[in-house]
């Protein structure tokens, strides 16, 4: 089974500042990776996806990827309350098969 | 609204008992995965389809399990034997995987609701 790790966190940020949330990955050969997030009792929504490295914006959310470090990112500016959930990173192998990490628990606290 | 549909969005079953769950996915994908997520985990690969092919089994998938995907359309994950470890939510994901040239595009996953299964 491929190796994608993350934060369980917790992790607390008050509303408008900006949340970061890493992943890193064990398979080298790796070439897309997801951000998906999931509230509780959802299912998970994708968010974004990268697949060449540096950054990646999409409004609020910003991805960053370094393959050669096997590691991504997502930033989150101005966190709301409402983006309270668990942030899910996904790497998807050669295969086409998609690994995720236990994910990440965010809290914005208004 | 057109994306991934799951049935029944609940089950609760006694142990020993079958149960099967129904996916429809996005009409034009032609992939379609099943996950397996428990409290505080990630969602666990179970398998996945290209049209009515099975492609991919988890080792996770024990002999109890079987998924069909007789038309290339709808899909059935079957549990046989349900024992209280596979109390979970099992999620189905579709996604199109297109040929463009001498490369293959995978468009990203799109997740239905789940089926929340618990076993007493």
């Known amino acids: 089974q491929k190796e994608v790790e993350q934060n369980s966190g917790p992790l607390s940020v008050p509303e408008g500042a900006i949340a970061s949330l890493n992943c890193t990955y064990s398979d080298r050969g790796s070439q897309s990776f997801f951000w998906y997030r999931q509230y509780s009792g959802k299912s998970p929504e994708l968010i974004m996806f990268?697949?060449?490295?540096g950054d990646k914006e999409d409004g609020r959310f910003t991805a960053q990827l370094n393959k050669a470090s096997q590691y991504v990112s997502l930033l989150i500016r101005d966190s709301q309350p409402s983006d309270s959930a668990t942030y899910l990173c996904?790497?998807?192998?050669?295969?086409?098969?998609?690994?995720f990490g236990t994910g990440t628990r965010l809290t914005v606290i208004p | 609204d057109t994306g991934v549909s799951q049935d029944p969005r609940h089950k609760i079953t006694k142990r020993g008992q079958n149960v099967t769950f129904r996916c429809d996915p996005i009409s034009e994908h032609n992939r379609l995965y099943w996950y397996r997520q428990t409290l505080g985990q990630g969602p666990e690969f179970l398998t996945y389809?290209?049209?009515?092919?099975?492609?991919?089994k988890s080792r996770l998938l024990s002999d109890r399990f079987s998924a069909e995907r007789p038309k290339g359309s709808f899909s059935t994950l079957e549990i046989q034997r349900t024992e209280q470890g596979d109390s979970a939510m099992y999620l189905c994901?579709?996604?199109?995987?297109?040929?463009?040239?001498?490369?293959?595009?995978?468009?990203?996953?799109?997740f239905g609701n789940g089926t929340r299964l618990t076993v007493t």
């Open positions: 990268i697949y060449s490295n």
């Open positions: 389809f290209q049209n009515e092919a099975q492609l991919e």
């Open positions: 996904a790497v998807k192998d050669g295969a086409n098969n998609l690994f």
């Open positions: 994901a579709s996604s199109s995987l297109r040929d463009r040239g001498s490369s293959s595009y995978n468009s990203p996953l799109h």
